[in-house]
């Protein structure tokens, strides 16, 4: 990975909001949210390190730099030890999700430079990328539907893998010439894998010619999104291989990142203009707007847990960004909640049962980063720390100079966890 690329990735950063917060029905009682102490997780010897995700157990994975930081590797980080995941042969790899038998997904590099010149893993090298399945301290990669690329993103506790797998249909929706890293040259498919191979390949909304799973839970659902090269146009559930489209949110597209196992989603719902990007909740066929801590514009919904918990990001209009906790109707800045002296908390990935929250901290206006746990303390929150969601009418609207902003900051933020069709990262960025 090289230093431009490292630049791509600190930025981290994207977001939503523009929507009244309607108050969703709580899960359980109402409750204060709890205390948190934060464990800096460190890199693996570069200054760039975020945690994407983690299981019940408390162990984490996610992406760190190597001495030098032109390398990125997939890491997980169990009962204080982190182990360096390597990659397929490439110079890097990225992990995305896990389960609680520590079995780890994720998109790695190999030493073949892909012969369309596609940059599907999106560091800028233009190697084959490959979805991966790593357990017993292997990394093994997944099948692709014929073509060069994929990538791995969820993992439920069956062993079921959804990602995103290419076939050798040429993608006659894709620019011509191409234009890589942005857009590829073949089809891409959301796929299940079980056992190291393909299980299923998902069907599209509408015949839609791509699509991308991004997360599955342990009754088989599986969320993403189907379009064609160039955009998504279907938020999609997969209820054990059946789609559901999910509709919008007042006209705005959801893009569905977690589901947990009772079936509510969160992402983000953007406008087409890319003006507008809105966390949301999705349960029982509606989707609702978690809003924003003030005065922030954007917000990004990545994790929600079983309690229906929920985490992410909330952002200015100059996509300085801040980790959320959403539970109750209520959105608090988790750095409200930390111990005295913890870094400061940008990103927030993912949370489990037990209220663990994993993410990315920062050293603000610099590409300082390291990955981090939060682990509740259940301590006494000091009075006034919680902040309810901003109204819309409240929120500030970015202006025509910023639009080109928003949308790459919104790849930058996901372009390596997610391959989602249009956000993949570019040197240039």
Known sequence: MKPTILTCITAMTLFAALANPIRVAAQEQNQQPPRYTVTDLGTLGGTFGAANALNNRGSVVGFATLPGDTEGHAFLWSKGIKSNLDTLGGPNSTAAFLNERDEVTGSAETSTPDPLGEDFCTFGTHLICLPFLWQDGLMAPLPTLGGNNGAASGINNRGQVVGVAENTTPDSTCPSPPIPPFFPVLESKPVVWEKGEIHQELPTIGGDPDGFASAINDNGQAVGQTGNCTSVFHAVLWNKGTPTDLGTLRGLLLA??????????????????????????????????????????????????????????????????????????????????????????????????????????????????????????????????????????????????????????????????????????????
């Open 256 to 429: 569905p990142l977690d589901i947990n196992n009772g079936g509510q989603i969160v992402g983000f719902a953007s406008s087409p203009d890319g003006t507008v990007f809105l966390a949301f909740l999705w349960q029982n066929g509606v989707a609702t707007s978690l809003g924003t801590l003030p005065p922030d514009v954007f917000s990004l919904a990545l994790g929600i847990n079983d309690k229906g918990q929920i985490v992410g990001d909330s952002c200015d209009v100059f996509f300085d960004c801040r980790a959320f906790l959403w539970q109750d109707g209520t959105m608090t800045e988790l750095n409200t909640l930390v111990q005295a002296n913890a870094p400061f908390l940008e990103n927030a990935n993912s949370i489990n049962s037990r209220g663990q929250i994993a993410g990315k901290t920062t050293v603000q206006g610099t590409p300082i980063a390291d990955a981090f746990l939060a682990t509740p303390s259940h301590d006494e929150v000091p009075s006034g720390s919680t902040t309810p969601a901003v109204r819309a009418e409240a929120v500030q609207k970015p202006t025509a100079d910023k639009r080109g902003n928003v949308s790459r900051f919104l790849r930058q933020r996901l372009g390596h966890r997610y391959h989602i069709p249009g956000l993949a990262t570019s040197p240039r960025d």
